[in-house]
């Protein structure tokens, strides 16, 4: 095992067992960081190291940074980078695992002249069921991903400390989420390029539930959404947005196994519902012609009725299906589906999704739902 200069950052904001597990698995790695910083942002408990002293003595030096309060992720990766020292910063959340080989592979990409920052695809990998299936097809990040790209994901990147210096780094950016985008984006330009390594790839190991999973996936892309709406882009607009960002996913799923159409009707269905009830809370939108929102006459408090009984129209022929999904969508804050359905729906949902649902594939989720759920 060789040092390098790199200095590792990991966060934890009570996640102490998962930073242990991080640490711990640094001492098969075949390339040693010279240093390590933990940044405990705010956790209920102060985070202790508490490791076996033969994993401690094969470690470097750690640093545990207290922050007393929570600021999110932003404020925790900007204070573990301006600890570094080092000629390189290896910034990985808790729950992330790599192979041995993963740093030495990485070290001569984010050493090429021109390069800012350096990563690999990071794969969910958390077991055999269902949803953790679903996880590994529609949330491994920069999946195949080879040589210079956009964007790197903020899970496990590692930067030149001169060039993540020179570009301020995440100065001026307020949000907690997104800090990964921000900071691709300014060393993109600035002149920096951005490389994936393939060959190699990095491996989320915490296990989360399909509500948390819808909530984190839309917390990012409603993000964007809102923003636009708030731009004043018409609300008819972005839900066609969202349904076309739905298509690939929907059709990898229906490859693959179309029980797993499940959880992206549950994502797709969330985020509608949520665009149209922040449309309805803070603007009032008048739509716009045609697209999903065909037929609604009333701005955003419309929208919100129409593609509520739009969504009860679609499900009626399945009552397995719609009371799965009912009960999951009031887990994340909606209310029920209106039952009196006697006026023809605004618009065909079961339309706008014809391209990767149909009878069959809703009649396999039905049969699957014990596995989907359980």
């Known amino acids: 095992m060789r040092t390098v200069s790199v200095t590792l950052v990991t966060y934890t904001y009570d996640d102490h067992e998962l930073v242990r597990g991080l640490l711990s698995s640094v001492t098969g790695w075949t390339a040693m960081p010279s240093a390590i910083v933990v940044i405990d942002d705010g956790s209920a408990q102060p985070f202790a190291l508490d490791l076996p002293e033969e994993v401690t003595e094969r470690l470097p030096d750690i640093e545990v940074v207290r922050v007393p309060e929570n600021r999110g992720n932003t404020h925790a990766r900007a204070l573990g980078a301006a ?12 729950d992330i695992r790599f192979p041995a080989h993963w740093l030495a592979v990485c070290l001569p990409a984010a050493a090429r002249p021109g390069v800012g920052m350096a990563g690999t695809a990071i794969r969910p990998r958390t077991g055999d069921d ?25 899970g496990a990147w590692l930067a030149r400390r001169d060039a993540f210096e020179a570009v301020g780094g995440f100065s ?19 002149g920096y390029l951005l490389w ?18 819808v909530r984190r996936g839309w917390r990012w892309q409603g993000h964007h959404m809102k923003a636009a709406l708030d731009e004043g882009r018409p609300l008819d607009e972005v839900l066609n947005v969202v349904l076309y960002s739905m298509r690939e996913r929907m059709l990898r799923s229906r490859a693959a196994d179309p029980r797993l159409l499940y959880f992206d009707l549950l994502y797709a269905l969330h985020a ?8 309805a809370r803070t603007m009032g ?5 045609g697209g999903v929102q065909a037929g609604v006459q009333s701005g955003g408090e419309g929208a919100r009725a129409a593609l509520r ?8 022929p399945w009552p397995q299906l719609c009371t799965a999904l009912c009960a999951d969508l009031a887990e994340l804050g909606h209310a029920p589906l209106p039952t009196d359905l006697a006026a023809a729906p605004p618009f065909d949902l079961a339309a706008a999704l014809s391209f990767a649902v149909g009878n069959d594939e809703l009649a396999a989720v039905c049969r699957g739902l014990g596995d989907v759920l359980g």
């Open 196 to 213: 994936a390594v393939d060959g190699v790839e990095a491996f989320e190991v915490r296990r989360i539930g399909r509500l948390q999973m």
């Open 83 to 94: 600890r570094a020292t080092t000629r390189f910063i290896l910034s990985v959340d808790a």
């Open 272 to 279: 509608l519902l949520d665009t149209v009830a922040h449309a």
């Open 309 to 316: 009984h739009s969504a009860a129209a679609f499900l009626k």
């Open 172 to 190: 001026g950016y307020q949000e907690r989420y997104g800090q990964d985008a921000y900071l691709s984006r300014r060393l993109r330009d600035n």
């Open 130 to 154: 269902l949803l953790s299936r679903y996880l590994e097809l529609t949330y491994t990040l920069n999946r195949g991903a080879a040589g210079s790209v956009p964007f790197l994901p903020g």
């Open 285 to 289: 939108q008048t739509p716009g012609q």
